[in-house]
């Protein structure tokens, strides 16, 4: 009895997280240059989208993709979708379900940090591969104001937004980099997260970010 009045609470509508938020626009937001990185127009590689799939719609209501380039001529593909209400039973995709669903392999799936000049990040770090494709990501999913890492943290931090009476928004935030050289992927990739967070205004950032632990 106390578990379905618990799960009555959680599935029930309630106040939704976003009402009082300001609109939110990821084009306008996200900077298309910054602290010597800038959009690669010529950029072959195809970026794998988050919303693809039935029933997708339903948990985004804005996805961007853009490729970016240095003056080294290193390469980041950015991958940002959002949703307005991330229920316990309709959540963000997480990367490894996406491009599985696209005929990725994955593997070396781990859970740690990202230091940025805002502050160290929780996030999830795994490779894709395809054919010749080999690809590193660093991936986040913001759920109101938390950010989490994977199936459990997901689930939890929406569960406990219904115990409460909300509904949060939601946000995935992912980065990859087409390389055989995971390790350096990842510094590449921790450089354009640390100049991008910078170059945004605090009210953006949280967005992103969500509140993070001192």
């Known amino acids: 009895m106390l578990s379905s009045s618990i799960l009555t609470k ?10 009082q938020q300001p609109v939110i626009n990821l084009e306008s937001m996200i900077p298309m240059e910054f602290g010597g990185w800038k959009v690669d127009s010529t950029s072959a590689s ?15 209501s804005q ?23 991330q229920k316990t039973d309709l959540h963000a995709h997480r990367p490894e379900i996406c491009y599985t ?11 740690t940090f990202v ?3 805002i502050g160290r990040i929780p996030v999830m770090q795994l490779v894709a591969k395809q054919d010749a494709r080999n690809e590193p990501i660093t991936y986040w999913i913001r759920v109101g104001d938390s950010l989490t890492r994977g199936w459990f943290e997901q689930k939890m931090t929406a569960i406990g937004y219904g115990l ?9 935030f992912r980065v990859s980099t087409i390389s055989n050289n995971v390790k ?4 590449i990739q921790q450089e354009f997260l640390s100049s991008l967070l910078k170059s945004m205004r605090s009210e953006d950032r949280f967005w992103l970010v969500g509140q993070l632990a001192p």
Do not use: H
């Open 10 to 19: 959680i599935i029930t509508p309630v106040a939704i997280f976003t009402d």
């Open 46 to 60: 195809p970026i794998v989208n988050p919303a693809v799939g039935g029933g997708l719609e339903k948990i985004y």
């Open 63 to 85: 996805t961007l993709t853009r490729s970016y380039i240095n003056g080294a001529g290193e390469r980041i593909m950015l991958s940002i979708a959002y949703g307005a209400a």
């Open 101 to 111: 669903a696209s005929g990725f392999d994955i593997g070396n799936m781990t859970k």
């Open 115 to 117: 230091d940025t000049t």
């Open 164 to 172: 409460a009476g909300k509904i949060p928004d939601g946000l995935l």
């Open 184 to 187: 350096d992927s990842y510094r």
